[in-house]
């Protein structure tokens, strides 16, 4: 119950960044534009999900650590990808940093060291 937000957070700017990346970046705009956009972040955040639950107990939120696996996705998926599909990810990974920083700052001003 006390991710929620954050899981709140990470959709809202998922989103906010698909509409954004179909109106101004997409080289072809059509219908499946939108679907096969919306289909790779549910697939980035799958893989971004179970990385961040195999090494959180590793990594901890209170860890720096964790802003390092949008990183390490990044660079599995960086060969092969063109131009716009980088720019995408890129997006992706830093709406994800921007959550899990939240997340270790009010988990360090709940509790300090």
């Known amino acids: 119950m006390k991710s929620v937000p954050y899981i709140l957070l990470y959709i809202i ?15 072809v705009k ?3 534009a939108i679907l096969s956009l919306l289909t790779s972040c549910a697939f980035y955040s ?13 990594f901890g939120w209170r860890g720096y650590g964790m802003l390092l696996l949008p990183v390490a996705i990044m660079i599995v998926f960086l060969l092969g990808m063109d131009k716009s599909t980088f ?3 890129i997006g992706l990974m830093l709406i994800s940093v921007l959550v899990s ?13």
């Open 46 to 58: 799958l893989i971004w999900g179970v990385m961040v639950s195999l090494f959180q107990r590793l």
């Open 13 to 27: 700017l998922v989103a906010a960044w698909v509409m954004l990346f179909y109106q101004f970046m997409t080289p």
């Open 30 to 32: 059509d219908g499946q």
């Open 101 to 113: 920083l939240t997340k270790i700052f009010a988990y360090r001003r709940k509790n300090p060291r």
């Open 87 to 89: 720019l995408f990810m």
